[in-house]
């Protein structure tokens, strides 16, 4: 079965810090990957996805990056936090179908930036 | 730009009625959408789908209804259980785009 293993759980910064989130999925291959951000009060912000290796696609401009160095590997990265980036980060992957069947997420990572 | 809105933040509803939670959407090509529910601290997990191709899919007490020229979709959850206590979140996707765009969620209560 397919587990997607998201960390660390919660996270806390210093502004100007930088950051690394990583995401593995297993028990699958080639998934279509995605990072999201639930800011407090917020809905859920698609931020990244990526459909494969070295592929990725930014949908907000921002202070965070991505990167897929490998097929079930997805890196969230920032050199140089802001206070604006504290929210809850969450990965989660989809088959190569688009998603029609869902996405399946993972645990988060509660990010604060102090 | 709000592509998915879900503009009731909050709902409360007594164990065992009806819950009806809302979503409206403003891109005509979104053909696919999903119901998500959300504990705090954890990720979403996924209720229900449906196409654009039908109106209604259920899967227990949970129904999703879908009204494609008024681009609304609702969920209905009966009976409503403490346990249906959460956020929960619509998300919509047009076929070919490997994305799905989320509402800003509602969180349900539901009181025993």
């Known amino acids: 079965s397919q587990t997607i293993h998201q960390w660390p759980a919660t996270l806390v910064q210093p502004v100007g810090s930088p950051l690394s989130l990583e995401c593995t999925v297993e028990?699958?291959?080639?998934?279509?990957l995605y990072w999201y951000r639930q800011a407090a009060g917020r809905g859920l912000q698609l931020l990244f996805y990526?459909?494969?290796?070295?592929?990725i696609s930014s949908e907000v401009p921002q202070n965070l990056s991505a990167s897929r160095p490998q097929d079930r590997q997805f890196i969230l990265s920032s050199k140089k936090l802001l206070l604006s980036d504290s929210g809850f980060y969450l990965c989660?992957?989809?088959?190569?179908?688009?998603?029609?069947?869902?996405?399946?997420f993972g645990s988060g990572t509660r990010l604060t930036v102090v | 730009d709000q592509q998915v809105k879900q503009n009731s933040p909050s709902l409360s509803v007594q164990e065992g009625r009806i819950s009806i939670l809302n979503c409206d959407y403003t891109n005509s090509m979104f053909d696919y959408f999903l119901w998500y529910k959300k504990y705090p601290a954890e990720g979403p997990t996924f209720l229900i789908s449906i196409s654009s191709i039908k109106d209604k899919n259920e899967d227990g007490r949970f129904t999703v209804f879908l009204n494609k020229s008024a681009k609304h979709l609702s969920l209905h959850i009966v009976p409503s259980q403490p346990g249906d206590s959460a956020v929960y979140f619509c998300?919509?996707?047009?076929?070919?785009?490997?994305?799905?765009?989320f509402g800003t969620g509602t969180r349900l209560k539901v009181l025993a």
């Open positions: 990526s459909v494969g290796i070295g592929q």
């Open positions: 028990g699958t291959s080639n998934p279509n």
């Open positions: 989660a992957w989809s088959d190569g179908q688009g998603g029609h069947y869902g996405y399946t």
């Open positions: 998300a919509a996707s047009a076929s070919g785009t490997y994305k799905y765009i």
